[in-house]
């Protein structure tokens, strides 16, 4: 029962941590990428110090060659000139400095190595953080949009109203105001009506000109027209 019950509450404890990541996603997003965007800084300035350190070594392997040569040359000269314990003393330095002239040879080789491992490293996380980027602003975007929609979806805050309530409150608006049109015009019939009533009553009444013809007009009017001529 205890082991049943530890693994219900580990159970709640991973849904708990998905259900807040899924909430909080742009926000780790975001810490994520600029953790990363520190990482990238840092391959950056490993770079650029595996690079010196390659031009180091590049300078002082030059000025070793350089010093060998100009040694040769001088032992070469008091080879020549009989001095056999001079030029041993300049063989000894020769072979140290040649000693050290293949030390820096291995160590640039090394550093070659290095650097395009640092480069290769720096181009793919470069590229890495772009595209990550470009999928930032689009899932911004697209959250942006399905909170906007939310409504239709899944329900929202309770503080956020969504579009769906507001095309239904601007229909219940549209509607009470279609009512109380309809209603004014029926007001405006009704009074229109009743001044019309009281006309026609003050009309029947002799008071001011009829407002229709009536059968006696009809018959007046006929009587008043000339006979038409016996054939």
């Known amino acids: 029962m205890l082991k049943m019950f530890l693994t219900f509450v580990r159970g709640g404890a991973a849904i ?6 899924d909430r909080n ?6 810490q994520q990428m600029r953790d990363a965007a520190v990482a990238f800084e840092r391959a950056k300035k490993a770079l650029a110090i595996a690079i010196a350190q390659d031009r180091q ?11 060998i040569a100009d040694l040769e040359n001088r032992v070469a000269a008091a080879l020549a000139a009989g001095d056999e314990s001079l030029a041993r003393e300049g063989a000894e330095t020769i072979a140290a400095l040649e000693a050290d002239r293949d030390a820096a040879a291995s160590a640039q080789a090394l550093f070659a190595t290095e650097i395009l491992r640092l480069r290769r490293h720096v181009a793919q996380a470069q590229a890495r ?13 697209s959250e942006a949009v399905r909170q906007m929609r939310q409504g239709r979806i899944e329900p929202g805050p309770t503080h ?3 579009l769906t309530e507001a095309e239904q409150t601007l229909k219940r608006l ?12 029926a007001l405006d019939e009704l009074d229109g009506a009743a001044a019309a009533s009281v006309t026609e009553k003050l009309a029947a009444k002799g008071f001011g000109p009829r407002l229709r013809t009536t059968a006696e007009d009809v018959l007046e009017r006929l009587r008043s027209r000339p006979a038409a001529p016996a054939n």
Do not use: N, P
């Open 129 to 141: 953080i772009a595209e990550l980027d470009r999928g930032r602003r689009l899932a911004r975007a």
């Open 174 to 185: 549209r509607e009470r105001q279609v009512e109380a049109a309809a209603a004014e015009t």
């Open 57 to 67: 070594e590049s300078e002082r392997l030059a000025a070793g060659k350089a010093c």
């Open 16 to 21: 708990a941590e998905e259900r807040f990541a």
């Open 160 to 162: 956020e109203a969504t």
């Open 25 to 30: 996603a742009l926000l780790i997003l975001d």
